[in-house]
């Protein structure tokens, strides 16, 4: 499956958007007026909100087949992306940008079980689910205005998280088998990252922006599937994909040394 969204995300021939119209999509525009454009202009976050939609219809597209789209794969995609984007956000401010040693940024962890290191820590949790506009603020946002009574509960897939360290059920969400992801949040992490992550750096230079322009690209997919799932359901996996993937360490994509 992985092979195929490369091959659709980079074809050797590139067809429009308009070659492949789909309902689900519709929310999101094509092109923007010159009254749009106008409007971006006194909007902070213009650029951030067009690297949204252009990372949630790339993928849309690059992961839709003849039978229509798996919601469910797209929206752990999303969350597995923003939730290594908070961490990748943290690393650039403080460790490449101010030099500051890695452990004093992180609570660093390594796993016995698996030799695999994961990262906590505050500055980490700013973005992911404490700021403004941190992933889980615009998740949680767009599906309670899709209806949904009562939020899930953030501490107890924290505690999941911390409980399966170094676990074969770590990173994997806890949503009903019929509801699960066609591939892990890990794998979509470590094939959809490089892929994307030039494409929100295109839209927005400042790290503090890259974890808010895929929350809004997961924001994009809740609005643009409404009636489609449930935003309990969707809101879930959203979550119990980004939380976990934004404590995994993948040395080839960061280049940083956690010692």
């Known amino acids: 499956m992985l092979k195929r969204i490369f091959n659709k995300m980079f ?63 797209l929206l752990s995609a999303l969350g597995a992306l923003a939730g290594y984007a908070c961490q990748i956000s943290v690393r650039e401010i403080y460790v490449e940008q101010q030099g500051r040693p890695i452990k004093e940024i992180f609570i660093v962890v390594h796993s016995k079980q698996n030799a695999t290191t994961y990262y906590f820590g505050d500055l980490l949790n700013r973005p992911l689910v ?11 946002g767009a599906a309670q205005k899709l209806g949904l009574q009562q939020l899930i509960d953030l501490h107890d897939i924290f505690k999941h998280v911390t409980d399966t360290l170094g676990s074969k059920d ?3 969400p806890r949503i009903d088998p019929e509801h699960q992801a066609k591939e892990t949040p890990w794998n979509y992490v470590c094939f959809l990252w490089p892929q994307l992550f030039p494409l929100a750096q295109s839209f927005c230079k400042n790290p503090t922006d890259w974890p808010i322009v895929f929350g809004v690209a997961v924001q994009e997919i809740l609005f643009a599937s409404k009636d489609l799932i449930a935003p309990e359901l969707a809101l879930r996996i959203v ?3 980004a939380i976990p993937m934004s404590k995994i360490y993948m040395p080839d994509q960061q280049g940083v040394d956690p010692n």
């Not at 404490?130 to 949680?140: D, G, I």
């Open 239 to 241: 979550m119990e994909s």
């Open 11 to 73: 074809p050797l021939s590139t067809p429009a958007v308009a070659d492949h119209p789909s309902p689900v999509m519709a929310t999101l525009p094509n092109a923007e007026s010159e009254q749009q454009a106008q409007q971006g202009q006194q909007d902070q976050l213009y650029a951030v909100k067009r690297g949204g939609k252009e990372i949630a219809s790339k993928l849309f597209m690059a992961m839709s087949t003849e039978k229509g789209i798996h919601l469910e794969s």
């Open 130 to 140: 404490e700021s403004r506009y941190s992933v889980w603020s615009l998740a949680s």
């Open 170 to 172: 770590f990173g994997i």
